[in-house]
């Protein structure tokens, strides 16, 4: 069993910043490809940015590349969204997921382990 915690969400003005980071504890003998997605209300859960197991390889969806930055401590299965210039379309809540093809754009239904999700609110 693989659990998988987020933190660092909350409350911001458009154009500021917020780092959200990703822990996975347990059966983590192997190091994982990992990645954030989000779902804002009555949409479905969106790709957002994917790092692969060595941390060499990065891919971001359009709507955040060159605001996001996806990071990982090397050889851990602990990541970071680091997400700069936020605007009010970035509001959804956000999850780590944990154990998926590192590719753009990865695929929610091929993630194996999903955190709780946590809420990232921009306001205007």
């Known amino acids: 069993q693989v659990k998988v915690v987020e933190s660092g969400g909350g409350l911001v003005q458009a154009g500021e910043s917020m780092r959200l980071s990703c822990v996975a504890s347990g059966r983590t003998g192997s190091t994982y490809a990992m990645a954030w997605f989000r779902q804002a209300p009555g949409k479905e859960r969106e790709f957002v940015a994917t790092i692969s197991w060595s941390g060499g390889a990065t891919y971001y969806a359009d709507s955040v590349k060159d605001r996001f930055t996806i990071s990982r401590e090397s050889g851990k299965n602990t990541a970071y969204l680091q997400m700069n210039n936020l605007k009010p379309e970035d509001t959804a809540v956000y999850y780590c997921?944990?154990?998926?093809?590192?590719?753009?754009?990865?695929?929610?239904?091929?993630?194996?382990?999903w955190g709780q999700g946590i809420q990232v609110t921009v306001s205007s």
């Open positions: 997921g944990v154990d998926l093809p590192a590719r753009k754009p990865s695929i929610a239904a091929e993630v194996n382990n």
